[in-house]
C-alpha cells in the first residue's frame, strides 16, 4: 500500500511523515535550510505484524503542483494536511481537486499542528474541513487531530493507517500483467549501475527480466531490486520499488520515463482521448486551447480539441506513456492553475475516429467502440493497453462476448463480418451482371472492392466458398450457378472481324474498338475469334485479322531478299509507325517466323 500526503506549503506535512515513520524525509540541503519540501521524498512505515507501507510526502508550493503530482499518481490512500491555525487555503482545495481527478479512491483529513490553537477554533477548522470534504468523490473519514511537536493524535492516527493497511489487498500483483512504472528519480550507484525509482502501476518485475525505458526507448535487463532499502524477489504495484537496470544509461534520463515490461504491447503515444471533467467554475477549453497534460510523473503540453457529449482529444507535444483508464490531471498553459482532468478512453487513437456512444461506458462497450473506431481491426495484443486491463481478464472478455469476433490476430465485430460477406456476394453479382462473358470475378479485384484488412476479407471469402455461397477457383470467384455467357452475336463478330480487315495493318485496340462499335466486354469476344482462327492476338490489347499478318510474313520474307530486315527497313516498306511495327516484330518472334539477332530479324 501507498500513502501520500497533500496539502497547503508550510501544513506541516514532512513534519507529519516523520512523526509517523520516525524518518526525517528532508533529504535536500535547501530543503533542510529552507524548511520546506522541493522535491518528492518517501520513508517506510513499519507496523508490528504488517508488510512495510510506502509513504509519500510532497511539496505544498503552488509553483511545485507538478512534482506533487508525480508523486500522488499511484497511492491509495491520501492524507490531506491542514494547518490548524490556518485552516484549508488555497492550495488545500487545489491539491484535493488533483487526488479527485486521479481518482484515489480513500483519504483522510489530517488537522496538523493542534498544540498551537485553542479547542474551539480547532472545532471550527475540523467543522468546516468535514462539511468541504463530504461532497468530495475520495472516501474520506473524520479528521484526525495531531501534533507532529507533542506527539498529541499520532498514536490514534496510526491505528487508522493499520486499519487501512490490513483492509488492502494482500497481494494486489497476484493477476498477470504487464509491469508499468513512472520514474520520479534516476541515480548511478557503484557495482550497481543505473537505478530507477517509482511506484509501479501494474504487474510485476523481477530479477533477469527485460525491461524497456518509454518514450526514449532503451532496453536493458533487471541486474536488483529494491523496496524500502531491503532486496526484494519481485517488484509490484503497493510498494515503493527502486530498479537496478543494466544496459541503461543514466544520462538523459528524466523524471516522466516509463519503466515497462511483460506481456502487454507498451507503447508511446502523442494523441489521446479522454472523458473530460472541469473543475468548478473552470472555463470550458475552446479548439486548440493549450494545456499542460500530468499524467504519471511526466508533464507534456498539448492542444485540446472538444467534443461533444464531455469527450475531447488531447494532441500532445511530446511522447508519454498511457493506458486506458488512466487519470490524468490537466492545468492552464498561463497562468498556471488547475482546472481539471480526466480518464482516457483510448490512448493510441486513429487520427480521424468516429467517438461510439460506448466508448465512456463499460469495459466490453468500451472494447466494442474501441474496435469499431478501427476499421481494419484491431490486433489482438493491443486490448490490454487500449482497455486498461490484464491480458487474461482481455481473453475473458472476447470469451463472453457477443459482437466481438478473433479473425487471425485481429478483432472484429460481428456485423463487420456480416456486412463483409454480404458486400461480397454483392460484388460478385453485380460484377456477373456486367460481365456475363467471365468465368468472374479475380480475387485480387474483389478484395481491393471490399473495405478492411486483407486478413479479415480472406477469411471471410474462405467462409462463404466452405458454406458453398460462393466459388473460388484458380484466383476466381464466382457464384456457384453461375454459366458463363460468352459475348457477341453472329452480326457483331462479323462487324468486328471486317474492321479489323479493313484497318490492315493498324488495326484498333480492342477499347477503341469498343468505343467504334458501342459495344463493351470485346476482350472475351476477342479470345473466341482468335481460337477460332478468325483474328491474331499480337498483343494482349491489339488484334490483327488473319490476312494483316499474312502480309506482314510476306513482306519480311521479300525484305529479306533485298536487304536486311529491320525496323527502319519494314517501316519504309509497310509506311506504319513503330506502334504497330514492333508489337507485329516481337509476336513473329513468338510465333517462331523470324528470329532476333541484335537489331536485324532472320526469316525462319
Do not use: C
Amino acid at each position: 500500500m501507498i500513502i501520500g500526503t497533500a496539502g497547503h506549503i508550510d501544513h506541516g506535512k514532512s513534519a507529519l511523515v516523520t512523526a509517523l515513520t520516525g524518518r526525517s524525509v528532508d533529504r535536500l540541503i535547501e530543503e533542510q535550510r529552507r524548511g520546506i519540501t522541493i522535491d518528492l521524498n518517501f520513508a517506510p512505515l513499519l507496523l508490528p505484524g504488517l508488510p512495510p507501507t510506502g509513504v509519500v510526502d510532497v511539496p505544498g508550493h503552488e509553483d511545485l503542483v507538478r512534482t506533487m503530482v508525480a508523486g500522488a499518481s499511484g497511492i491509495d490512500l491520501v492524507l490531506l494536511v491542514v494547518d490548524a491555525a490556518q485552516g484549508p487555503e488555497p492550495q488545500t482545495w487545489e491539491h484535493l481537486s488533483i487526488v479527485e481527478q486521479l481518482g484515489i479512491p480513500r483519504g483522510i483529513p489530517v488537522v496538523t499542528k493542534a498544540d498551537l490553537v485553542e479547542p474551539d477554533w480547532l472545532e471550527l477548522v475540523t467543522v468546516e474541513l468535514s462539511e468541504r470534504l463530504a461532497d468530495s468523490s475520495v472516501d474520506f473519514g473524520a479528521p484526525a487531530v495531531v501534533s507532529a511537536v507533542t506527539k498529541a493524535g499520532i498514536p490514534d492516527l496510526l491505528d487508522r493507517l493499520r486499519a487501512e493497511i490490513q483492509r488492502a489487498p494482500a497481494d494486489p500483483a497476484i493477476r498477470p500483467d504487464g509491469f508499468r512504472m513512472p520514474v520520479d528519480r534516476a541515480f548511478s550507484i557503484a557495482g550497481t549501475g543505473t537505478v530507477l525509482t517509482g511506484t509501479p502501476w501494474s504487474g510485476e518485475l523481477q530479477v533477469g527480466d527485460a525491461v524497456l525505458l518509454l518514450p526514449s526507448g532503451q532496453a536493458g535487463r533487471v541486474r536488483s531490486l529494491e523496496a524500502y532499502g531491503a532486496q526484494v524477489a519481485r517488484a509490484h504495484p503497493g510498494q515503493r520499488a527502486a530498479v537496478g537496470v543494466a544496459g541503461i544509461e543514466r544520462g538523459g534520463i528524466h523524471r516522466g520515463e516509463t519503466l515497462v515490461s511483460g506481456p502487454v504491447a507498451w507503447r508511446a503515444t502523442t494523441a489521446l482521448d479522454i472523458e473530460l471533467r472541469m473543475l468548478p467554475g473552470a472555463p470550458a477549453p475552446s479548439r486548440r486551447t493549450r494545456v499542460r497534460v500530468l499524467h504519471g510523473t511526466a508533464e507534456v503540453l498539448a492542444r485540446v480539441y472538444p467534443r461533444e457529449g464531455g469527450f475531447a482529444r488531447l494532441a500532445l507535444e511530446a511522447p508519454l506513456v498511457a493506458r486506458g483508464g488512466d487519470r490524468l490531471v490537466l492545468r492552464r498553459y498561463s497562468p498556471v492553475s488547475t482546472i481539471g482532468g480526466g480518464r482516457i478512453l483510448d490512448p493510441a487513437p486513429p487520427r480521424r475516429a468516429e467517438w461510439p456512444a460506448g466508448l465512456g461506458g463499460s469495459a466490453e462497450s468500451r472494447a466494442v467502440a474501441l474496435i469499431e473506431r478501427r476499421a481494419r481491426g484491431m490486433p489482438q495484443d493491443e486490448l490490454p493497453l487500449l482497455l486498461g486491463v490484464p491480458p487474461e481478464e482481455g481473453s475473458r472478455l472476447l470469451a463472453r462476448s457477443k459482437t466481438i469476433r478473433r479473425v487471425g490476430s485481429l478483432l472484429v465485430l460481428a456485423w463487420w463480418l456480416d456486412r463483409a460477406r454480404q458486400g461480397a456476394v454483392r460484388a460478385v453479382e453485380e460484377f456477373h451482371a456486367k460481365h456475363p462473358e467471365a468465368q468472374g470475378i479475380s480475387l485480387e479485384t474483389l478484395r481491393r472492392h471490399l473495405p478492411g484488412d486483407r486478413e479479415v476479407i480472406d477469411v471471410v471469402l474462405e467462409r462463404l466458398a466452405a458454406d458453398g455461397v460462393l466459388v473460388l477457383r484458380d484466383g476466381i470467384v464466382a457464384l456457384p450457378d453461375f454459366r458463363q455467357r460468352l459475348a457477341g452475336t453472329p452480326e457483331q463478330m462479323e462487324a468486328i472481324v471486317g474492321s479489323l480487315e479493313a484497318a490492315g495493318l493498324e488495326p484498333p485496340s480492342v477499347p477503341e474498338l469498343e468505343s467504334q462499335l458501342g459495344l463493351s466486354g470485346l476482350i472475351a469476344v476477342m479470345r473466341r475469334l482468335a481460337g477460332e482462327g478468325r483474328v491474331v492476338a499480337v498483343a494482349p490489347d491489339r488484334y490483327f485479322s488473319k490476312a494483316a499478318t499474312e502480309r506482314f510474313l510476306a513482306e519480311l520474307r521479300e525484305q529479306a531478299t533485298v536487304g536486311p530486315v529491320t525496323p527502319a527497313a519494314l517501316r519504309d516498306r509497310l509506311g506504319i509507325t513503330r506502334k504497330f511495327l514492333i508489337p507485329l516484330l516481337e509476336w513473329a518472334d513468338r510465333s517462331g517466323a523470324t528470329r532476333r539477332e541484335g537489331d536485324i530479324r532472320i526469316v525462319l
